[in-house]
T-cell receptor
Framework: SQQGEEDPQALSIQEGENATMNCSYK?????LQWYRQNSGRGLVHLIL?????REKHSGRLRVTLDTSKKSSSLLITASRAADTASYFC?????????FGTGTSLTVIP | NAGVTQTPKFQVLKTGQSMTLQCAQD?????MSWYRQDPGMGLRLIHY???????DQGEVPNGYNVSRSTTEDFPLRLLSAAPSQTSVYFC???????????FGPGTRLTVT
């Protein structure tokens, strides 16, 4: 399966701290995306990084991509209680789109 | 602009019953897909469509059928429900398989 894996599975931090989560995948990709899911809701797109990019920023989010290691990381800086959610990486393989198993982030006020 | 809509929000079926989960989008997206989400499993692709009249299987297609007669609609049919199909189902659309996916709110299905 192309499905990626996030690490760690769960992460708990204090408000104001940075949160880092990692994603590994198995085959070549065109791009990698990160999504957030609040409890009981649909997924919301956060950021897309193309295979020829190494780093991308969006607000408090920083994503890196290392295609040689088939891995990506998502950094959320200065976390807030509202960042509490599950975070998924997603990769493409042909016409199919695969999600990882997710990291559950809890930000404690 | 409603985005991606799904109905129903909740459904309880008995084993062997059939039903259709509805999905519609108003963004004129060519690519639509169905996922199921189970605890600890992330989202798994069931079926997808790259345009009206074209569908294909994803990672876990068994027990499900789809059709795409219009750009807007992509219904998912459960032919004979089984307890293993208890899950949360999400429909998504995008301009292409490599683009940002827009998700519906999900349908929580329980099969008893």
């Amino acid at each position: 399966s192309q499905q990626g894996e996030e690490d760690p599975q769960a992460l708990s931090i204090q408000e104001g701290e940075n949160a880092t989560m990692n994603c590994s995948y198995k085959t070549s990709i065109n791009n990698l995306q990160w999504y957030r899911q609040n409890s009981g809701r649909g997924l919301v797109h956060l950021i897309l990084i193309r295979s020829n990019e190494r780093e991308k920023h969006s607000g408090r989010l920083r994503v890196t991509l290392d295609t040689s290691k088939k891995s990506s990381s998502l950094l959320i800086t200065a976390s807030r209680a509202a960042d509490t959610a599950s975070y998924f990486c997603a990769t493409d393989a042909g016409n199919q789109f695969y999600f990882g198993t997710g990291t559950s982030l809890t930000v404690i006020p | 602009n409603a985005g991606v809509t799904q109905t129903p929000k909740f459904q309880v079926l008995k084993t062997g019953q059939s039903m259709t989960l509805q999905c519609a989008q108003d963004m004129n997206h060519e690519y639509m897909s169905w996922y199921r989400q189970d605890p600890g499993m992330g989202l798994r692709l069931i079926h997808y469509s790259v345009g009206a009249g074209i569908t294909d299987q994803g990672e876990v297609p068994n027990g499900y059928n789809v059709s795409r007669s219009t750009t807007e609609d992509f219904p998912l049919r459960l032919l004979s429900a089984a307890p293993s199909q208890t899950s949360v189902y999400f429909c998504a659309s995008s301009s292409g398989p490599w683009g940002e996916q827009y998700f519906g709110p999900g349908t929580r299905l329980t099969v008893t």
